[in-house]
């Protein structure tokens, strides 16, 4: 039987292994495409083929695409920190306006026209109702915000002009690992609340920051749509089998992809202090710039047209299947902290 393939762009990363352990497990041949520069190769799934591609060198893509035919392209790798993104708006604009552009370039010159991109919630900036659907406006309140919608556009008009379809994907809050327990590897220096409560309950860090107490929210801090990782990446794979239908004319959408469902910053913290038996203390600070109190998706259309049902929506569920990675290294950690 003759595999389906399919390119998985920044697949060595945390959702991209994700992502590619579900193409994998639903029988796809599974290409990783990745420079290492935030992956890691322990990531890169037994059963799939790794190639060294750096989505800033063209030439890297087409060795890949003159080489290799494959029904479609996941494109994950970019640069994600908000913060980070209103310091160096230059190296964003690079990474995931014109990274994303020679991508689809590569693709075009050989004929791949099926694209799955990994947007995300950023696109809205400050909700103006909620839950939020695909309907709402789009005003990115920061830079990484800003490349996620200006490459969904682009995408678009190639959709229009040169016939890729396309879907792009609006994440809220990614959180969790696969319950195989297969993969395993974490991000360093995380932005992210969930990786910072772990690696403060292994003792990597002293206390949480809590950005802010005083929003307009049940116990005053930020509320958040958390989505299973493992959930995320299966909506991947239905995207990419409903992008495949749309040979004839291109199919263009972007699709929200949350569990429906808000967590609080205190509330993460608490189910955190529970699961894994640790104090992880806190300290009450100011707010970050461009946070807004609430975000929580409307997923209606995700779940309406890739026929997507979020199976692993527990808060807990995703914070145990976490705790299950970093308790791993909380021994390693402390070794190595008691040799220096
Ligand atoms: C969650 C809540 C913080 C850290 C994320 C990604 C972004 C994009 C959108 C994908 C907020 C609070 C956090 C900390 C805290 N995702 N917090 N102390 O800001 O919703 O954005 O989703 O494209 O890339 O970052 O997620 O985990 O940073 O914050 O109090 O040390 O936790 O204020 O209320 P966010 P987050």
């Avoid at 890691?40 to 063209?58: E, M, Q, R, W, Y």
């Avoid at 893509?61 to 290799?68: I, K, N, P, W």
């Avoid at 309140?141 to 959709?159: A, L, P, R």
């Avoid at 199976?311 to 990675?325: A, F, G, S, Y």
């Amino acid at each position: 039987m003759i595999l389906q393939s399919v390119a998985i762009v920044g697949g060595a990363g945390y959702i991209g292994s994700h992502v590619a352990k579900a193409f994998r497990d639903d029988g796809f041949e599974v290409h990783i495409l990745d420079n290492l520069s935030a992956g890691a190769k322990g990531n890169v799934l037994s059963g799939t083929i790794f190639h060294h591609c750096d989505i800033l060198v063209p030439s890297s893509l087409d060795r890949f695409f003159g080489t290799q035919k494959v029904a479609g392209v996941v494109h994950l790798a970019a640069r994600k920190a908000v913060g980070e993104s209103m310091n160096i708006p230059l190296v964003y604009t690079e990474a995931n306006v014109i990274g994303t552009h020679n991508v689809l370039a590569s693709m075009y010159r050989y004929g791949c026209k099926h694209f799955i991109y990994s947007s995300s919630a950023a696109v809205y900036g400050t909700p103006d109702y909620l839950p939020i659907d695909e309907d709402h406006p789009l005003n990115p309140d920061n830079y990484y915000g800003y490349t996620k919608k200006c490459s969904e556009e682009m995408i678009s008009w190639y959709g229009k002009l040169v016939g890729i379809s396309s879907i792009s994907l609006r994440y809220f809050n990614a959180v969790g690992y696969d319950h195989a327990g297969e993969i395993r590897g974490i991000e360093s220096n995380p932005n992210n609340l969930l990786p910072r409560v772990m690696e403060c309950a292994i003792g990597v860090r002293d206390h949480i920051d809590v950005f802010g107490v005083d929003f307009d929210t049940e116990d005053g801090t930020g509320v958040r749509d958390y989505v299973h990782v493992s959930d995320l990446a299966n909506a991947h794979l239905l995207a990419m089998k409903y992008a495949l239908t749309c040979s004839e004319k291109a199919c263009t959408h972007s699709l929200n992809l949350g569990s429906e469902k808000g967590a609080s910053v205190y509330e993460i913290i608490k189910a955190s202090r529970e699961i894994t038996g640790r104090k992880i203390p806190t300290k009450e600070v100011v707010r970050r710039p461009g946070d807004p109190a609430t975000l929580i998706a409307s997923s209606q259309q995700a779940m309406e047209i890739l026929g997507w049902t979020p199976k692993h929506t527990d808060i807990r569920d995703m914070i145990e299947t976490t705790w299950e990675i970093y308790k791993e290294l909380e021994s390693a950690y402390y070794a190595s902290k008691n040799r220096t």
